[in-house]
């Protein structure tokens, strides 16, 4: 075979190779091809093997449809009180429409950093400080609903924007730490105070309680005693009325007999009164009876 149709045939097959090369794609996963036929849009690719026409199709761009983080660097803003602060924040997106996101917008980096920070400075310079350093909420919703719909032609889903870090001037800043010590030591004093107070209380309480169950104890202790007191003397009346009230009375006949007795030679005694027995008379009484019956059943011996 002549040496100029073998280089023929190697150039073919070069050129075969290069056109298999150029015609065989492979779109990863969680990607998007763009491919123009001629400059022009012809359609999106979806991962996979794919087969382009040599020459007449080529991958304009992969488009990356996972969630991307855009990170807005550190911007000095004024406030709505004229204090400077620097503020930085991020921006969690991710492409919904890889065409869009192609042809629609030059650069969308550039495009969603330049629009978050001047959103980003319109927003802050509406608050004051107070209101910037206690809203983040408040401005990463604001914010993220502003990017969310201006991106929406771009074919791109804002889903989260988060401020980092909002920092005051520095004497600001040591003017603050000054203030929230003395807040601190504040309501550190107040809660001492509050403590001391509730202390007081309990304790007098605690007194007053004390002094209550002392009170009563004595109460009942004097109850008690007065009760006990009225039933001694109860029992004393009673033994008093039992015993005594006779005797004294039998005590007043007897000396009542003595100073009959000192003038007189003759008494005359009932039978039934109780002198009797004082006097030991009862058994010779009882002897004189029954002599005097025995001598009114018996006759009389004649003398």
């Not at 010590?181 to 403590?195: G, H, N, V, W």
């Not at 007795?261 to 039934?272: M, Y």
């Not at 109780?274 to 059943?297: F, M």
């Amino acid at each position: 075979m002549p040496v100029g149709v073998v280089i023929v045939l190697v150039i073919v097959g070069i050129l075969v190779i290069a056109m298999l090369a150029k015609s065989v794609l492979v779109v990863h996963q969680a990607e998007k091809g763009i491919v123009e036929r001629f400059g022009r849009f012809k359609e999106s690719l979806d991962p996979g093997l794919r087969f382009l026409l040599p020459f007449v199709d080529t991958l304009r761009s992969r488009v990356d449809m996972r969630e991307n983080v855009i990170d807005i660097e550190p911007q000095q803003v004024i406030t709505k009180d004229n204090v400077t602060v620097s503020v930085d924040a991020v921006i969690y997106y991710y492409v919904t429409e890889a065409q869009a996101v192609i042809y629609e917008v030059a650069n969308f980096y550039t495009a969603v950093t330049k629009l978050a920070q001047t959103n980003l400075r319109n927003l802050i310079g509406e608050m004051s400080l107070d209101e910037t350093l206690t809203s983040r909420e408040r401005i990463n919703a604001s914010l993220r609903t502003t990017l969310d719909d201006a991106t929406d032609k771009w074919g791109v889903k804002v889903t989260r924007v988060e401020v980092k870090e909002i920092q005051p001037p520095k004497d600001i800043t040591d003017a603050m730490s000054k203030q929230m010590k003395a807040e601190r030591e504040k309501r550190a004093t107040i809660l001492e105070a509050e403590a001391y107070r509730e202390k007081q209380i309990l304790t007098a309480e605690g007194d007053k309680r004390h002094s209550i169950l002392i009170a009563e104890g004595e109460k009942q202790a004097a109850i008690l005693r007065a009760e006990g007191e009225a039933q001694a003397i109860e029992n004393v009346s009673t033994a008093a009325d039992r015993f005594f009230v006779g005797n004294a009375q039998l005590l007043k006949q007897l000396e009542v007999t003595q100073a009959s007795l000192q003038d007189n030679t003759k008494l005359v005694i009932s039978d039934q009164s109780r002198l009797i027995n004082v006097l030991g008379l009862a058994e010779a009484l009882d002897g004189s009876r029954t002599g005097a019956g025995l001598r009114a059943g018996q006759p009389q011996r004649q003398k």
